[in-house]
């Protein structure tokens, strides 16, 4: 009977296979005193039939493998395992189901069952994360029945845990507790189990991976804190499937890892992580230390706080990586924290905003710029601060000195300038009640031997500080006190000319903070004169530099301190200067020669009455010659400009203009603008248009 049954199961007609199923699942109910000595001959065709492509004979050969075994012999179940396990990826939801109930029948009555607890529950446990609701419930009810069988069958063993229910942790996670049985299974089996899941959760097979992501969810759940002595396997696992390709991995891992932090002791479980983390930090270290940090109570977790704010501010963790994937776990790790422990928090809130600060300072992807502005406005509200500025209040100056210890080792490749540009940016307000620290840092930085890469960012940060001033620097009107030594110590010194492309995108840069400096009007005209001779010189020869912002920059600048400082400049100081305005009226960039000409106006305004007009005769005629060859300048705009400037310069010296004028008139293509001028002259003093 059994040698036709093992030529009929392999027949190539569909039909007969059915059938032979059906007749040696029927053989072996009807014959079970011998049948088992014969079973192991029908395992060979069984299995060569079980991957039919037809869904039907595949449920029948399930189904009559289960039977065999059953009235069998027990020993071929380790031969039948790994076919039935890759049965449970079946596309046909019947084959699924009909290999749930036959592990589901054989762990109730299986003679030797017990020999293959740790084989046979994780076949039947994978079924409760099948997509069909049917089959979950099929076998999550499976599994009660198991559980409980087994825990009447050892109820001496279980008598005291029976008589003591463990307290559940208050922090359980959504769901119904397992039975005692269940559980007790698990704690026993999961030792040979866990082993055989960490290796498929890194299978090369996608569907393999999110089948064991999913049991290894249902085992932590029902081994709760008998998963502490597994930890170091654990672990080590999910750091690699949190780095998985297979979103669903990822996501189940990170289930798992909560579970962790539900059941285990934080004191355990941190400190293994965080080890991990102080010796080589990477994405997925961060994404099961944020789990497991979700996972827990913020009961448990304050005696830790501590510990873990000062773990995630190390330059290790905070500075490793400026990928955007490790840096929004970093920031992940923050907000869960503050979630969870939310006013308690208020204990590590300067290493975590050295944590926020850092990953503000590495990334350039506004939406995480976006997410770390919200994180630092939910840790100020834990403090109860009503926004982040008094978080930076309360920090400003740890910070400064957190970043300023390493100032003289700075590079361009260093984090920490780009940290310190980070806090003075987003500090606002507060900037102003800490120039004594800040603007030591910014001496050092802005040395000429530092690094050009470095000044130049600073510059630029600075420039913008300085335009909105009294938002930033000036917010308690204590910035006057230290113009001096912005322009002697910081802007003059690198406005020094010094070969290469590099040194002149810091003269441009510094001629445009000197620009924002000037144009934010905290300069006196005291403290302008002061700075005239130091600074003036470096300015003029900005004039002539190759870049055409450099050139645009220095005219507006010289036309600022000249507005500054009004007609108290000398003589001399005048006329060492409209020389050089008077180049840049030549400029092949129109925008530096209507600069270049403004400038001459506010020149004209400074000549006070100490300005001999005699004595100085040849340098007025230069001037009013200079400027009347632009006033014939082919574009009308121009003309005006220069219109406009001579009308303001005429008052210096009415005849000796109008002498200029007619000497020049006819040489220009249109006397129109001439003409302009000299009716201005010629009008009574206040009527001039």
């Known amino acids: 009977m059994v040698k036709i049954l093992q030529r009929t199961i392999v027949d190539p007609f569909p039909d007969v296979k059915k059938k032979s199923c059906e007749c040696a699942a029927k053989y072996a ?60 990826f079946d596309d046909a939801p019947l084959v699924r189901q009909a290999v749930t109930e036959v592990v589901g029948s054989w762990l109730l009555d299986l003679r030797d069952r017990y020999s293959f607890f740790h084989k046979l529950i994780p076949l039947l446990l994978s079924s409760c994360s099948d997509e069909i609701a049917q089959i979950r419930e099929l076998a999550s009810d499976y599994w009660r029945k198991v559980g409980l069988q087994w825990q009447q069958e050892n109820e001496e063993d279980l008598k005291d845990k029976l008589d003591w229910s463990a307290e559940l942790s208050v922090h359980y996670p959504v769901g119904e507790r397992p039975g005692l049985g269940c559980r007790e299974l698990m704690f026993r089996n999961l030792f040979k189990i866990l082993p055989a899941v ?26 709760e804190d008998h998963i502490t002595q597994h930890m170091e396997l654990l672990l080590s ?51 099961v230390l944020g789990a497991v940090i979700r996972g827990s109570s913020a009961q448990a977790l304050h005696p830790h706080l501590v510990t873990i704010g000062a773990a995630l501010a190390l330059p290790d963790t905070c500075e490793v990586s400026a990928k955007v994937e490790y840096l929004e776990q970093l920031l992940l790790c923050v907000q869960i ?56 209040r309360l920090h400003i100056r740890q910070l400064i000195e957190w970043v300023a210890n390493t100032q003289h080792e700075w590079t361009k490749y260093s984090v920490q300038h780009l940290q310190f540009e980070t806090i003075i940016t987003q500090s606002g307000p507060v900037l102003g009640d800490s120039l004594d620290v800040v603007f030591p840092v910014l001496i050092n930085c802005f040395q000429p031997s530092k690094d050009p890469e470095v000044r130049l960012k600073l510059f630029t940060v600075l420039s913008k500080l300085l335009l909105n001033a009294n938002e930033t620097l000036n917010s308690q009107g204590r910035f006057s006190s230290y113009l001096e030594t912005l322009v002697r110590d910081i802007l003059v010194p690198n406005l020094l000319w010094h070969a290469g492309r590099t040194a002149a995108a810091i003269r441009t840069t510094a001629v445009s903070c000197l620009w924002a400096l000037l144009h934010s009007k905290m300069i006196t005209p005291e403290q302008a004169l002061g700075l005239y001779e130091d600074l003036m010189p470096k300015v003029i020869a900005a004039l002539d530099e190759d870049s055409k912002m450099t050139r645009l920059l220095a005219c507006r600048a010289i036309g600022a301190i000249l507005k500054i400082c009004g007609n108290q400049l000398d003589p001399d100081q005048l006329n060492k200067l409209y020389p050089e305005l008077l180049k840049r009226l030549d400029d092949s960039l129109d925008d530096v020669r209507i600069a270049a000409g403004r400038a001459l106006s506010i020149w004209f305004q400074c000549v006070g009455n100490d300005y001999d007009r005699l004595h100085y005769k040849s340098h007025i005629e230069f001037l009013y010659r200079g400027l009347l060859v632009h006033l014939d300048d082919p574009e009308s705009g121009i003309q005006k400009v220069f219109l406009d400037v001579l009308k303001v310069g005429s008052s210096l010296s009415p005849a000796l203009l109008t002498q200029e004028i007619e000497a020049v008139k006819h040489k220009h293509r249109s006397p129109y603008y001439c003409e302009q001028l000299l009716r201005h002259i010629q009008e009574p003093s206040g009527v001039a248009s």
């Open 29 to 88: 109910k009807l014959t079970p005193e011998t049948f088992h000595m014969q079973s192991e001959s029908l395992i060979k065709p069984l299995m060569q039939t079980i991957s039919h492509q037809h869904s039907k004979v595949r449920v029948a050969v399930v189904r009559a493998t289960g039977t065999v075994i059953q009235y069998g012999n027990g020993k071929s179940v380790d031969d039948v395992l790994s076919h039935l396990a890759q049965r449970l």
């Open 198 to 223: 960490s290796r498929d959760i890194t299978d090369w097979v996608p569907a393999t991976r999110v089948k064991a992501s999913d049991l290894l969810i249902i085992l932590l759940f029902h081994a």
């Open 337 to 392: 924290l503050i979630t969870v422990c939310g006013r308690q928090c208020s204990e590590i809130n300067l290493p975590l905003l050295k944590v926020l600060v850092t990953i503000l300072s590495m990334t350039s992807d506004r939406e995480l710029e976006n997410k770390v502005e919200k994180t630092v406005a939910s840790l100020a509200a834990a403090e109860d601060f009503e926004n982040s500025l008094g978080l930076y």
């Open 237 to 287: 696992t999910l750091y690699r499937s949190c780095s998985d390709e297979e979103k669903t991995v990822v996501q189940n891992s990170v289930k798992a890892a909560e579970l962790i932090g539900t059941f285990v002791e934080p004191e355990v479980s941190l400190k293994l992580i965080l080890t991990a983390i102080e010796k080589s930090a990477c994405t997925a270290h961060l994404m």
